[in-house]
């Protein structure tokens, strides 16, 4: 990497800066050249785009007053890559604390009308974070009537099924909003149809999509049981085809009940599963519900999985140490750093911090927004 020690802090840069004002058709092209600098724009505007065409790589912040007008016209006044850029920074923003979250929420709903798939999945890209690592357990249920709120309007539209000749990118954008709105918004209605999706690909797997029969699968295991996991087990087993086995394979990490973390964790270690497939136990850290037991699953058993690593697979283990990133409470984060340095993998030391900062950033950011999130969803 890049030795950055060499830069001064007083360092300041040449930065292109093109801005776009209200009501106008043009954009003003200016260098930022001082660390405080005033520019005059022709015309008297209620607010001023700072990266019109959204070609700059900087961020941009606005007065709160400026940034709810451009919100409401982000749909007649920005084009596809100025909303996503526009988004972006509103959620680097709040990641900051110079935004609150709700307005934030209040950004990404102005483009529920919007069917541009890139902009939508950069409305959708935070709903993850939010739902698992700042919602507490209490407003979870709150948070995901937002999400009900956001997207099954775009549902409604885009509707249930393709339509004849209808564009890839939208049959694309339904599958992304159909799996959002059902895993984070827990729609009991596409809950109950990904069940009945995933119960007729058990019983004729060519009769379903297969990449909704994938997400089916996963929608179902969550409130699943020991039976249904056998049936899993049962049809990845005599699977006829690499597609179908691998349907259940990434499923078996989405059920949740504790017994069943164990015996997918124990299934891994076993000589069923093929050493390149050892990474299905990240799965199991993507999901606050099997993390915990995954995590106690993964320190009693760590040496089988480097024997089973390899040298040439994961670095004979070293591949595990991005689980470290996954958490965002400091026990979390003091145990995974601690088990992993005293591994002594070689190559693991610069992996290790980035975790450390990225579960650093992730608490940071809950402790800024956690109670924010809860007024917003209280009002």
Known sequence: GYDYSSIGAEQVWQIPVSMHAAGSKTSVYKI?????????LPGCAPWVFANAGAKGYYRSEYAPDAFRKMSAEMETSFNPEER?????DAWALTRAGRMKIGDYLDSVLNVASDRNREVINEAMVAIPRIHDAIATPADRPAFEAWVRKFLEPIATDLGQVPSAGEPAERAALRTDVL?????????PALIAKA?????????????VDAELARAALRTAAHTGDA???????????SAKTPEEYY????????????ALTKRTFEFVLSPAVRNQDLGLINALFNNDATQATAWELLRTHFKELQAKAGADIG???????GIAASFCDDKMRDESQEFFAAQHIPGTERP??????????????????QANLSAYLKK
């Open 179 to 187: 799996n959002m709105l059902t895993a984070y918004g827990n729609d």
């Open 315 to 321: 670095g004979g283990g070293g591949g595990f140490v």
């Open 227 to 237: 039976a249904l996991y056998d049936r899993y087990m049962e049809h990845m087993n």
């Open 195 to 207: 069940k009945a999706t995933a119960e007729a690909y058990l019983n004729n797997p060519s009769a």
């Open 352 to 369: 290790l911090r980035n975790a450390r900062d990225r579960v650093n950033a992730c608490i940071a950011h809950k402790t800024l927004q």
């Open 84 to 88: 996503i850029h526009f988004l972006g």
């Open 247 to 258: 349907s259940y394979f990434f499923a078996l990490p989405a059920f949740r009940d504790r």
């Open 32 to 40: 930022l050249g001082e660390r405080e600098q005033t520019f005059d």
